[in-house]
Structures are given as C-alpha cells and as structure tokens.
C-alpha cells in the first residue's frame, strides 16, 4: 500500500446457479506467491467474488479466506443482501460499501486502512441487458429470500491513490454460457463502456460466466478495450462437483469430475499497472474468488 494513511472517501448511497453447495477444506491456489502487505508500498490488491445470492455475506465466515489478504478493493456478484446487512457484515470484515447495485446484484467496497481514496461523484452503472423471464425465476428460486436482482449489469468506480494516480475499477456479470447470443451482446457491450475511459489504469473483475474458460467473444472484448486477462493457470473459479446436473454428467460420461470444473470468473487489467501475485481461494459460494495484487 502507499506510504501514509490518507481517509477513505465513500460515496454515498447469474450464472444461475444450482442451490446445492458443498464447502471443500481445500488450500487456496497460489499461482504466484502474494508480496507481503506490509512491503508492497505501491502495490493494491483486488478481490472479486460471487457471494451465491448473498451466502458469503450472510453467513458466518464466509469470507474468512480474504481477511488475512485484506484486499484494499472487494467487488461481489449475486449480492441478494439487503442493503443494511450487507453494510452491517462488510464492517465486520473491516470494509466499507461504496456503491451497491441491487437490481444487479453488484457491489464495491474498500478495506478500512486502504490508501485508495474514492473519486467523488465517481460511481457509474450501467445495465447490459434485462434477465429473461426464466432467468429471474430460477434467480428468485434460488436465492430462496427475496430481492430486487433482475438485470445484468456493470458497476465502475474511480479511485485515487496517494501519488495522484487515477485507477477506475469495474464490477460485473453476465449471463450463464449457454446463453449464448445474450452473453455476446452483453460482452460486446461491456466493451463498448470501457472505450471512453481508455486513458485510466482500468481492472476489471467479476462473474463472466465463461465455460469452461474464456470464449471467442471475451477474447475479442479484450482485444478491442486493451484489457491483459489475469493467468489463472488453469486454476478452476467453479468447482462442477457443486452441481447435481454436472455431477450426473460427469457419471454418464464416465470422467472424472475435475474435468469439467470451469473458469467462471476472471480479473482483467490495463494501463501503468503490473501483476504481482494471483491467488483463488475458496468462500462460502459455489465460485471461488481472485485475488489480484497489482503494483500501480
């Protein structure tokens, strides 16, 4: 982080899944060892997570894997939370909520000693693409509380650090992969946004719901917004044996479940800014979360 403490300014204010979840006592995945914090003067570090229709924020401990990472940035997905229990169990983790995008189930928040400063009157969202009737209802069905969720979206917030530099962050999720023309627009149109904020650093996180890993349409966003993917190095973000439908699959087909484990989320990056770690991590979700340190 950067040298001395400066005051957070905050702004005021699916993949569909299967409910079935089972919480492996796994180790986190450290595809590059992570710099210790106290070190890394000029370094952020950056979470994304889906949180499965507010589990991980619900729940005790379910983020218990992020805290000894202290991200500085937090963006979650399926966020079905209320708006007060999701500020009330950020606090406990030390975060304060930036913006909250309840009819896309988006939200950003900042670590309480982060050096990133909000960019006031920064936050932007943007829709992608209304859910489908069956899509909302299998989101209603699933999160079993309920909630305002109905649409795909994308949340960005600018950020400021201690040297001035200017970072905007960029929160999303789209449809599931088998949607497959809905998922190209709304990547198509993800790509669009970004084009008018070319001069800014820009990281880029969320649930892309790419299966089994990034298609031709991500690829092609990438390219056209100048956006470097984060190597997960094969690493799954979605474990299949989650899943009774992928289960079942996997028995028809007489393969060993790891094989159809996917790639659903992803960090993306660009500007002044250099990779200096990666980790996933298990949380109580169905996805597993990336965690990014970057050196600004």
Not at 85 to 110: M, N, S, T
């Amino acid at each position: 982080m950067m040298s001395a403490k400066k005051p957070n300014n905050i702004a005021s204010h699916i993949s569909v899944s299967l409910p079935e979840i089972h919480h492996p006592a796994s180790q986190p995945a450290i595809l590059n060892p992570m710099h210790p914090r106290q070190n890394a003067s000029e370094h952020i570090i950056i979470a994304t997570a889906n949180v499965h229709f507010g589990d991980a924020i619900r729940l005790d401990g379910g983020l218990d894997s992020l805290r000894d990472l202290a991200p500085d940035i937090l963006m979650l997905q399926e966020v079905t939370n209320s708006a007060d229990e999701l500020v009330r169990q950020l606090k406990k983790d030390g975060y304060d909520l930036i913006h909250f995008a309840p009819e896309y189930g988006l939200a950003i928040a900042i670590h309480a000693s982060s050096k990133l400063s909000v960019v006031p009157n920064s936050t932007r969202t943007y829709e992608l693409q209304k859910m489908s009737a069956i899509e909302y209802r299998m989101a209603q069905r699933f999160a079993k509380l309920p909630h305002k969720m109905n649409a795909h979206g994308l949340q960005m917030v600018r950020f400021e650090a201690e040297d001035g530099q200017i970072l905007t962050v960029a929160n999303t999720r789209t449809t599931v992969s088998s949607n497959r023309f809905d998922r190209r627009k709304q990547v198509a149109r993800m790509g669009e946004l970004f084009e008018p904020i070319l001069q800014d650093a820009l990281i880029v996180g969320g649930d892309m719901n790419h299966f089994p890993g990034p298609q031709r349409a991500d690829i092609k966003m990438c390219q056209k917004a100048g956006l470097r993917r984060v190597d997960l190095a094969s690493e799954p973000t979605w474990h299949a044996r989650n899943s009774k439908l992928y289960r079942k699959i996997a028995r028809l087909r007489r393969k060993p479940i790891e094989e159809l484990h996917g790639e659903l989320d992803a960090l993306l990056y660009r500007g002044e800014l250099e990779l200096a770690s990666v980790k996933v991590v298990d949380i109580l979700s169905d996805h597993r979360a990336i965690v990014g340190e970057f050196a600004l």
